[in-house]
């Protein structure tokens, strides 16, 4: 996810509908009757679920943890815009490339595994190379496909 690009695009719909103070609020303020900051909460909380990939919604999709738009907001940026998402970044991008197969566990639920870490990866508008990873497309399976001898293959697998 492109935080500084999405956050604004958001905030700019936000303002369109003259509900910005679901950013800073998480209680109606006093001026606003409360049936319609409720009507309004669910309102954007549906910009949220047309806006955004459906595996980072599923980050905010709680309405226990997270019930209003501000703790969804704010969790999404703690996310994808401050330093911490540098963070997250970096260990995905060292799970992926530390990861290894196990002859033990059946081989999709491990492609699928690190196709998920890719999809993380690209959601958090991570550099990567221009070409985005795909497992179905091929993966280089190093320590797997070597053997005993030889340089590494291209395996092509269907998910």
């Known amino acids: 996810m492109d935080w500084a690009n999405w956050s604004g695009i958001m905030e700019a719909i936000l303002t369109l509908h003259e509900a910005e103070d679901l950013l800073r609020f998480t ?8 049936i319609e900051w409720e009507s309004i909460q669910r309102r954007v909380k549906a910009y949220l679920c047309l806006y ?24 999404l940026k703690d996310t994808y815009g401050s330093t ?6 970096f260990n995905l991008w060292r799970q992926l490339t530390q990861a ?9 639920q491990q492609l ?24 179905g497309e091929g993966v280089r399976l190093l320590g797997k ?3 005993s001898y030889g340089k590494p293959e291209t395996t092509r697998a269907g998910l």
């Open 52 to 75: 955004i990939k459906p595996d980072v919604y599923s980050l905010i999709a709680s309405g226990t943890d997270l019930p209003t738009f501000k703790d969804k907001w704010d969790k």
């Open 145 to 147: 496909s070597m053997g």
């Open 84 to 89: 911490s998402s540098s963070t997250t970044m």
């Open 112 to 135: 699928v595994k690190i196709n998920e870490t890719c999809e993380a990866l690209s959601n958090c508008n991570a550099p990567m190379g221009g070409v985005q990873p795909d497992i």
């Open 100 to 108: 290894t197969l196990d002859d033990s566990i059946p081989m999709a």
């Open 27 to 34: 209680s109606a303020p006093t001026n606003v009757p409360t």
